[in-house]
Every structure is written in structure tokens, then in C-alpha cells.
């Protein structure tokens, strides 16, 4: 904003007060305030790509509000509970799978509960710590040592042979099944659908996005979640990039599927073939009911 011309000489002497006032009131180099050690260049890189990142996810917030809620919508998040459901725990009632636990002899440990935490793959650890800060006398809690011990691989020691009792005794308690909701959208749910709505995708695709975050796990090699998105994004464009939404979602199923077969040559790919493809290919895009899918043989209609 200009100044009248009319104040011209006040606040052209302001400056000699300030100055003064500046001289007698600036720190010193002493003993009692020393300088800042310089920022280095690597300091100051950091600095600046933390700048940068922070940036770009407001910016991506500021997107994702402005798009349709998606599979965030209570009713598509419900669907797709259901659909996963019936692909980890061939049934549509998702919610009776809290106090499921076995070993399906993948060599990931026991799996359980709504979305199969691993003892194997540090979900389930990561759950029961968490679970253990706000509930410490949960009857999951003195098994602790033994997760982290085993973490990583598919022994039992330490948790053999009452955890499995354990798990479905705890699952009867409300707070732990709020907690595996809590860590399902933490760790699948919520980062799948981010990414997939940044990547132009619509409610099938976020869905696509979260079934394989759920069954590869969102870890960066060539057959977990990020590793399978890049192998996709080199082969096709995302719609964010101008590529075609139903082109790219095969594609991604195409890298999926064989993900799955170069982990084990004979596995079921039913919930990709006669599920996730049908959607595609019926060009259910918005992932609308009614829904008919068949998962290992078996025939889900969602009305």
C-alpha cells in the first residue's frame, strides 16, 4: 500500500529510531550467546525435501477433498469388506472373522482376524502392541515377546498352545475389534484408496488398489503393493497421466496375477478372474450393486 505524500518526513525519520534502537538492542557475539553452527548442505537438503513433501501432500489433501468420496463412502467401504471377505474368509459376513486364526501354511505364521494380520509379517505385532498401549491387560499382551521374537518368520515358538485361544477370547472384547478396524484402515485401507483417487482411479480401482494391498501387503519388492504399482505404471499410464482407467486397472491385474503365480505356480486367482476382471469387464467402474462374483468356485451375490 503507498503513503500519502503528506506523512513523507515522519516516516522518514523513523528509520534513524529504528536504526538506534536496533544498534543497542541486537545480540552480540559472546560468551553468553554464542552463534548458530552453520547448516551444512546435507542438513539443508533434508530441510528442503521435507519442505517439498510436505507441499505436495497438502496439495494432494486438498485434491483428494475436492473428489467424490469413492470407496470411503460407508456403503462402498462395506462392499468391500464383503468382497475381500470372501476371498480371505469365503463369506460375505466379514465381521465374524475377528477371532479367526490358523495357519494356512503359507510361511507367513498364523493368520487372523478381519484382514489376516501375520505373525510372520509384523502387522500382527504391530496390532497387538498397539492394542497393549491402550489395554495393557488385554490376554494378548504376555505373548508379546514371542511375536517380536518370531517376527519375520513362520514359527510358533513362544505362542504355542494358547495363543490361538487367546486371539478368539480377545476378539469377544469390543476394544479389539475397534483395534483391528483401526490398523486395517491405518495400514490398507486408507493408503490404498489415497493412492488409487492421486492415481485417477474410481471406486473399482480403489477397490482393486486395497484387495492387493491386503493380499501382497504394502511392502516395496516386485511382488508387494508398491512394487506391483510401478511394474503397472511402466506398462500403461494411470488416468492422473491421460491413460485409459479400464485399460490400466488390466494391466495392474495382468502384474497382479502374476505376482501371485511367481510366489506359488498353482495358487487360485479367482478373486481377480471371476471377480475384479468381471467388474472390469462389465464396466462397473463405480463398483455399483448389485454384484454377482464367484470366489474359489463359490457364487456371492451382493443385492
Not at 500519502?4 to 534502537?21: D, E, Q, W
Not at 553452527?37 to 489433501?61: M, T
Not at 481377480?272 to 462389465?282: E, G, H, P
Amino acid at each position: 500500500m503507498r503513503r500519502r505524500r503528506t506523512g513523507i518526513l515522519l516516516f522518514a525519520a523513523v528509520p534513524v529510531v529504528i536504526t538506534a534502537a536496533a544498534y543497542f538492542l541486537a545480540p552480540t557475539d559472546s560468551a553468553d550467546s554464542p552463534a548458530k553452527p552453520p547448516v551444512s548442505a546435507e542438513q539443508q537438503a533434508r530441510q528442503d525435501a521435507k519442505s517439498r513433501a510436505e507441499q505436495e501432500r497438502a496439495e494432494d489433501d486438498k485434491l483428494i477433498a475436492s473428489l467424490p468420496p469413492g470407496l470411503s463412502a460407508p456403503a462402498a467401504k462395506e462392499l468391500a469388506q464383503q468382497i475381500v471377505a470372501s476371498a480371505e474368509n469365503s463369506t460375505l459376513n466379514w465381521r465374524g472373522a475377528y477371532g479367526y486364526i490358523e495357519d494356512i501354511g503359507d510361511g507367513q505364521g498364523y493368520t487372523a482376524g478381519i484382514i489376516g494380520f501375520c505373525s510372520g509379517t509384523h502387522d500382527m505385532l504391530t496390532l497387538v502392541e498397539n492394542y497393549t498401549k491402550a489395554h495393557p491387560d488385554n490376554g494378548l499382551a504376555k505373548y508379546l515377546p514371542a511375536l517380536r521374537k518370531i517376527d519375520g518368520t513362520d514359527s510358533h515358538e513362544g505362542l504355542d498352545p494358547g495363543f490361538t485361544a487367546a486371539w478368539k477370547a480377545e476378539a469377544k472384547v469390543a476394544a479389539f475389534r475397534a483395534a483391528q478396524d483401526t490398523e486395517r484402515d491405518r495400514v490398507y485401507f486408507n493408503p490404498a484408496v489415497r493412492l488409487a483417487k492421486l492415481d485417477g482411479l474410481g471406486t473399482l480401482g480403489q477397490f482393486v488398489y486395497y484387495d492387493a494391498m491386503v493380499f501382497h501387503g504394502p511392502g516395496t519388492n516386485a511382488t508387494s503393493f508398491y512394487g506391483l504399482r510401478e511394474r503397472a505404471l511402466r506398462e500403461a499410464n494411470s488416468p492422473s497421466e491421460g491413460g485409459s482407467e479400464k485399460a490400466y486397472l488390466d494391466v495392474f491385474l495382468d502384474v497382479r496375477k502374476k505376482a501371485m503365480r511367481e510366489k506359488k505356480k498353482d495358487i487360485d486367482t479367482t478373486r481377480i478372474d471371476t471377480a475384479q476382471r468381471r467388474f472390469l469387464y462389465d464396466g462397473n467402474l463405480k463398483l455399483a450393486t448389485p454384484l454377482v462374483w464367484q470366489v474359489y468356485g463359490e457364487t456371492y451375490k451382493v443385492p
